[in-house]
């Protein structure tokens, strides 16, 4: 067993693979610049952590330091740089990212910075003040509540329910999103018009019995029914 | 602290104009520096109601354009010396009006008078928005009727929403103002009562001002109802109504129909 195992020659694999860089073009003034940077950045934090970036200088003619210090101004803002364009080889230290050449344009697809999470809307409202003649309200998010009058002229529209603690003189508009089980509730009814799910009644059909009194409406399958309250 | 005063309705013929000219006389005579600017450009009728319809040269437009100044437009009144008038142009339409134009004026005015009395037109376009545009306080003045009732709603809808007052988030401060109210019909439940209308508009209530010849009368003649004859029933309302304004507490009469010497007589029910 005098063989003696011969070590593998490990051979070195080079592959290419081409990534999407952002190219900063910087132009003059150099601090003019880099106030747009930070405007970006103050609008969207963290809009460049992690992405490549390369800097083109093509645009501007910059001493050997110069770009030195752009190049540390911009680490300075987490911006890491990968590489460098648009230079002579002359002017790019070892200790700058590598010039690069032969770059192709590609649409950049910019992803939007994420949001911070947006509170939850409001699914009702409520209105303290009378809701006067000429006056429309909509609110196809959910319920309305009107603690005062809602006057001849004046309407509601919701996608939810409608209260009204006063009396309810004009148009009433409830489920308008398609909800079937939106109902309409009044201290006083004299409306104009009452409408669930696009199923309405005028005045005209209200039941005169009712005027004046506590009531409310709803859909019953297709038929819409309003009944006293108390 | 002077304050911009609105005169405004929605309907027309409700008696806006009749209202500016007894409420700013009624203010004048107890001493207040009053100003009545009539917004009514093209279909003027304060300097009629005012009986200074010969004396006007100047007018609102012409402040407003830059062609006079403010104190060539203003006409004292010949009864009472606090009392001037700022009219209307009865050859231009609304549109002559603009926004910076008005807040000018009303301006220059605050820095002269106790009150400024802007007399709305009818309807709810230019005019009438601009009237209200930098009022303080506002008189709705409205007929017991229906059809009156709810264009006052729109409007205190409208200074709810389309005054300087409201845009700053504040409020402008309103009062009804019910006018020829009808005594006789109001006997046999032919109009609106004051609680409908006061229910109706959620909003206090400035005085009632019964239906009367004494206020026709006193407008043929180009005198406010309260100067005219001030003993007279309007005049009284208005009168206290002006008090109410002063902020004072003063009792709210209802007028009532009064039977005649021959109704009683006859045996007949107040109609």
């Known amino acids: 067993m005098g063989a003696r195992a011969e070590p593998k020659r490990q051979q070195v694999r080079l592959r290419g693979r081409s990534y999407v860089a952002f190219v900063f073009c910087p132009v003059v003034p150099i601090v003019g610049w880099l106030e747009e940077i930070d405007a970006t950045l103050a609008r969207s934090p963290g809009f460049f952590v992690g992405k490549p970036v390369v800097l083109d200088l093509s645009a501007v003619d910059l001493s050997q330091s110069a770009i030195a210090h752009l190049v540390a101004s911009l680490e300075n803002r987490n911006i890491r740089v990968l590489g460098i364009e648009g230079v002579e080889a002359a002017l790019v230290t070892t200790s700058m990212p590598p010039l690069l050449t032969g770059g192709r344009h590609c649409v950049v697809q910019q992803s939007k910075p994420e949001k911070p999470e947006a509170k939850p809307k409001p699914t009702s409202l409520l209105l303290e003040n009378p809701v006067r003649s000429g006056q429309s309200v909509i609110f196809t998010e959910g319920d309305v509540t009107v603690l005062g009058s809602v006057s001849s002229g004046a309407e509601i529209v919701a996608g939810g329910s409608i209260h009204i603690y006063g009396t309810l003189r004009g148009r009433a508009m409830a489920g308008v999103n398609g909800n079937p089980a939106a109902r309409i509730y009044c201290q006083k009814i004299e409306a104009e018009l009452l409408a669930i799910d696009g199923y309405y009644q005028t005045a005209e059909q209200i039941d005169v019995t009712l005027r004046n009194r506590p009531a409310q409406a709803w859909l019953e399958g297709d038929i819409m029914k309003i009944t006293p309250l108390n | ?271």
């Open chain 2, 1 to 271: 602290m002077a304050k911009v005063l609105v005169v405004t309705s929605g309907k027309g013929g409700v008696g806006k104009t009749t209202s500016t000219a007894a409420l700013g006389a009624a203010l004048a005579q107890s001493g207040e520096k009053v100003v009545v600017v009539d917004f009514d450009v093209g279909l003027r009728n304060l300097d009629l109601v005012m009986g200074a319809e010969r004396r006007v040269v100047f007018d609102l437009i012409n402040v407003v354009q830059g062609v006079a100044k403010l104190s060539q437009a203003l006409i004292r009144d010949k009864r009472l010396e606090n009392l001037w008038l700022l009219p209307a142009s009865q050859t231009r339409d609304k549109d002559a009006l603009t926004d910076e134009g008005v807040g000018s004026i009303i301006a220059e005015l605050r820095t002269k008078f106790d009150w400024i009395i802007c007399d709305s037109p009818a309807g709810i376009e230019r005019g009438a928005t601009l009237a209200m545009r930098y009022a303080d306080e506002a008189v709705i003045v409205t007929n017991p009727e229906v059809s009156s009732v709810r264009d006052s709603d729109r409007i205190i809808g409208m200074l709810d929403s389309k005054t300087v007052k409201a845009e700053k988030g504040e409020q402008v401060k309103k009062h009804v103002l019910i006018t020829r109210y009808d005594t006789a019909r109001a006997a046999r439940g032919e109009m609106l009562t004051i609680e409908d209308i006061l229910e109706i508009l959620a909003t206090p209530l400035l005085g009632i001002i019964p239906e009367s010849q004494d206020v026709l009368r006193a407008s043929n003649v180009g005198s406010p109802v309260t100067l005219n004859n001030a003993a007279s029933t309007p005049a009284r309302a208005y009168t206290d109504a002006a008090r109410r304004l002063m902020g004072e507490t003063v009792a709210m009469l209802v007028p009532t129909a009064r039977k005649g010497l021959m109704d009683r007589l006859l045996g007949r029910r107040a109609a």
